[in-house]
């Protein structure tokens, strides 16, 4: 009879091993997704800002017009990460004010290389809204995973740092 | 001369850039020259005769913080036609460095140029050797004018050469005489302040410590203060049987504002720093108004040392007590100082700032052509 129960018992046991080992590397994994998504929107965040210099250096648009988006730009650039979201939001609005000023499609409509370097910067505003709406789904799916209390009794995510949402303000559709 | 001067933020709208453009146009055209002014402007509003709207400001973030600026290409049409169409012999172009309207004419103009700076260029050296060509359309001014020190020197800082020195004008005769507000300045004697209540280096404290002292044996005598902030939060700090002496206004408009000059008896400037002209202070006397105000340099050049005003120590309400008492039992002595205010504000009467602004104008149009387009 003992047999049979120290025979169950080690089973349990490796059972549940399994079963933490599996919980522990979806862990592991969700920080890794994490991780990646985090870079692509830092990446995305860059070609945005890249975008609009090009755009405000290219003397295509009217001096004051450039000057606002070059002076965003250069925000976002010094921006340390705790002033990070704030910066990029204001080129966000900058980027509506000024590819929302009447008569600005229709000026640049004649030119094919002003349109192409407008549409890389939508597109890669577009990029940055997409980027960070699936950046903020992992980052809060890790957050509950963490939270689950065997996660937090054994400490499955090791040393990894609770993810952090982004929050900021990166809707292009202009406020008509 | 034909002048065309742009103005970069709304007409509309209360500012001190829009007071000046306003002033300094209606001065020169009662000199006799043709004036044209291009503004953002809501057109649904009536405009003065020489304003030109440019379409509306629209705010956006500037500097690290939003502004109301007029820009893209429905802004610089507009600035095109006018320059194109305006004849100018010379363009004076207001803050050139913000990205509006003085901007724009500054970059699309050709032909003398003068620029006036009202307040300190932000940090933005980055910026202007990054972008050449706002350098160029900054380095195209010819006259450059600053109304404080503290923006002559950073226009100096970032674009080299020298700027001339020509503080703000006052409309004087625009404060000479009011009707006081019903039951003002009354028997017992009022002191009057204006400005932002809360701002710390406005002074308002100070006078409100110096109040206690002078109430005391003065049954009649009141405070009456405009200006936007937390009047509650100010009236607190008198001592309880003194709060209904004074009487908290709020905000005024500019035309309530003479009024309320002209309802006091004694005028209280009690900035502990922070000012480069006075402005204020200087419509004060322009009501003709005796002066009592705080030791700053500023004060100091515009009541010619204590000739034109009462001066006393900064930040001390014991002292600002004992002048002002002083001064309350002295109505000689308050005659004396109001011809004496009238006389030293003259010297920024409008009239003679805009003829110092001529004869900047006429030193850069000397051997010129007329303002065009650049090609």
Known sequence: ?176 | MRIGIACPYSWDVPGGVQQHVRDLAEALIDMRHEVSVIAPADEDRPLPPYVVPAGRAMPVPYNGSVARLAFGPLSANRVRRWLRDGGFDVLHAHEPAVPSLSLLACWMAAGPIVATVHTAMPRSRVLLATQPVLRSALEKIDGRIAVSEAARSTFVEHLGGDAVLIPNGVMTRRYRHAEPLPGWPGTGGTIGFLGRMDEPRKGLAVLLDAFEPLAAGRDGLRLLIAGPGDADEQRRKLPAGLRDRAVFLGEVSEDHKVRVLHSVDIFCSPNTGGESFGIVTAEAMAAGLPIVASDIPAFRQVLRGGLAGELFAVGDPADLARVTARLLDDPARRAELSVAALDAVADYDWNKVARDVLSVYETVVLGRSTVGIAQ
């Open chain 1, 1 to 176: 009879m003992t047999w049979t129960i120290i025979v169950l018992l080690v089973l349990a046991l490796v059972l549940w091993g399994f079963y933490v080992s599996w919980r522990a590397s979806r862990l592991d994994r969700l920080h890794n997704r994490v991780e990646a998504a985090r870079t692509a929107l830092d990446l995305a965040l860059v070609r945005r800002s890249s975008a609009a210099a090009e755009l405000a250096s290219s003397g295509l648009l009217d001096l004051a017009t450039s000057l606002l988006l070059a002076d965003a730009v250069r925000r976002t650039r010094q921006a340390g990460p705790v002033e990070r979201d704030l910066a990029e939001s204001d080129l966000t609005r900058a980027l509506r004010a000024t590819l929302g000023e009447p008569g600005l499609r229709a000026e640049l409509a004649a030119d094919q290389d002003a349109e192409a370097m407008v549409a890389e910067v939508e597109a890669a505003a577009q990029q940055v809204f997409i980027a960070r709406k699936f950046y903020n789904d992992v980052a809060g799916r890790t957050i509950d995973a963490r939270r689950r209390p065997l996660a937090r009794v054994l400490r499955l995510s090791g040393r990894a740092k609770q993810p952090e949402f982004f929050d900021m303000d990166d809707e292009m559709s202009p406020a008509v």
